[in-house]
């Protein structure tokens, strides 16, 4: 049992590259979520998934492209990166019928956009 | 709206010593209060949790008190050990799950 997975760990990039960032879990949660973390703030929630098939918005949604087609993976993808980017990327998972603070987290992704 | 915040990190002590970091709130209504945990390399944890004012949260010898009148939440231990040493946020579940900008604590031999 992985929990929750994230791929890459440390990824930079230039800006208007594109690129994804992978996330799954093994344990059949229907919630996953992801967050940025910036420094001197706290975790602000991006987009977030109930099931396969459903997406939502979170807080700070713009820039960020998500799908959930299965119910183990939910990646990020960022169309066009910008320096404000730069941050940790966390995801997230939970059993519907659980909490949201009872969450899984991943280990997190270090972006650093040039 | 809700906030979160926690005292400026990092934080170092030595082993054994006494741990406290602040975390105040600000919040309509009567929001649940969290610490978590996130080790080198892993994700967050939840630590612990108190749900209504008075209670006192506890988890691996460390405690936290929702207060009310003071809008805060602060996590203490007696005892820090090395295996301590983490970054710790402080968080609130009124609407939505806000986090604290969280609060790096080192722990030296």
């Known amino acids: 049992n992985a929990g929750v997975t994230q791929t890459p760990k440390f990824q930079v990039l230039k800006t208007g590259q594109s690129m994804t960032l992978q996330c799954a879990q093994d344990?059949?949660?229907?919630?996953m979520s992801w967050y940025r973390q910036d420094p001197g703030m706290g975790l602000r929630l991006i987009h977030y998934s109930v099931g396969a098939g459903i997406t939502d918005q979170g807080e700070v949604p713009n820039g960020y492209n998500v799908s959930r087609s299965t119910t183990e993976d939910f990646p990020l993808r960022l169309l066009s990166a910008a320096p404000s980017q730069t941050s940790v990327y966390f995801c997230?998972?939970?059993?519907?019928?659980?909490?949201?603070?009872?969450?899984?987290f991943g280990p997190g992704t270090r972006l650093l956009v040039l | 709206g809700d906030s979160v915040t926690q005292m400026e990190g990092p934080v170092t002590l030595s082993e054994e010593a006494f741990l406290t970091i602040n975390c105040t709130y600000t919040a309509t209504g009567y929001p649940s209060l969290f610490w978590y945990v996130q080790y080198p390399g892993e994700g967050l944890q939840l630590l612990l949790k108190?749900?209504?004012?008075?209670d006192k949260g506890s988890n691996k010898g460390f405690e936290a008190t929702y207060r009310k009148e003071t809008t805060s939440f602060h996590l203490e231990k007696g005892s820090v050990q090395v295996s301590d040493s983490a970054v710790y946020f402080c968080a609130l579940l009124g609407g939505k799950l806000i986090f604290g900008q969280g609060t790096e604590l080192s722990v030296k031999p």
């Open positions: 344990m059949n949660h229907e919630y």
């Open positions: 108190a749900t209504k004012a008075d």
């Open positions: 997230a998972s939970q059993s519907r019928t659980s909490g949201v603070e009872t969450q899984y």
